[in-house]
């Protein structure tokens, strides 16, 4: 079983540069997700959606877009990365708000 | 807005010790499910354990387990019999049901020593 399928596994960038993180799920869960983690925060939530064609935004969703055309896909688009976008990104997506999260194995990204 | 708090951000436990991760949360909903996850170097997120608010039953999965205090709004995860692939950053997260967001708090790296 695929699980939560998180593209690339490792991004460098140039500031400036727009790039997609890809994010998909074969369990037909409604629920996804995109955190980022950064030392001493946690993770962050930076847009989440509760089915197709919904979306809504996180804590932290300034820079970023997302779009959800199917329940299965939920990429992450950085339209011009900075410095500040360095960080690790998790996907994540849950079957219902009351049952476990399944993450991605996450992408480290950088922007220099 | 709903807030997680682990005011630890390190902890070390000597191998088949006993060691309590401190977790408390904030939110006026009644409806609410808690979590923990566990963080190993290879960085995957794996659950640990889960409780709902409305039981008043600790969760229990092997050799961890969860002190709930609902009126504290306190959510500790126990770890017995300590082992060396305990060592990881643990998160403990909440979310209600009256929206989709998951929160988690900042983590706490935990150590084991042999």
């Known amino acids: 079983n695929a699980g939560v399928t998180q593209t690339p596994k490792f991004q460098v960038l140039k500031t400036g540069q727009s790039m997609t993180l890809q994010c998909a799920q074969d369990?037909?869960?409604?629920?996804m997700s995109w955190y980022r983690q950064d030392p001493g925060m946690g993770l962050r939530l930076i847009h989440y959606?509760?089915?197709?064609?919904?979306?809504d935004q996180g804590e932290v969703p300034n820079g970023y877009n997302v779009s959800r055309s199917t329940t299965e896909d939920f990429p992450l688009r950085l339209l011009s990365a900075a410095p500040s976008q360095t960080s690790v990104y998790f996907c994540?997506?849950?079957?219902?708000?009351?049952?476990?999260?399944?993450f991605g194995q996450g992408t480290r990204l950088t922007v220099v | 807005a709903q807030t997680v708090t682990q005011s630890q951000p390190e902890m070390s436990v000597q191998e088949a010790e006993t060691v309590t991760l401190s977790c408390t949360y904030d939110?006026?909903?009644?409806?609410?499910?808690l979590f923990w996850y566990k963080q190993p170097p290879s960085r995957q997120m794996i659950l640990v354990i889960r409780?709902?608010?409305?039981?008043?039953q600790n969760a229990t999965e092997n050799r961890f387990s969860v002190n709930f205090q609902k009126a504290a709004k306190s959510f500790s995860l126990k770890i017995s019999d300590s082992q060396l692939g305990d060592a990881a950053m643990y998160f403990c997260?909440?979310?209600?049901?009256?929206?989709?967001?998951?929160?988690f708090g900042k983590g706490i790296t935990l150590s084991v020593r042999p």
């Open positions: 994540a997506s849950m079957r219902t708000l009351n049952t476990e999260a399944f």
């Open positions: 939110t006026s909903e009644s409806d609410y499910y």
């Open positions: 997260a909440f979310h209600t049901g009256a929206n989709s967001k998951l929160t």
């Open positions: 369990m037909n869960h409604e629920y």
């Open positions: 409780q709902e608010a409305y039981k008043q």
């Open positions: 959606s509760v089915g197709a064609g919904i979306t």
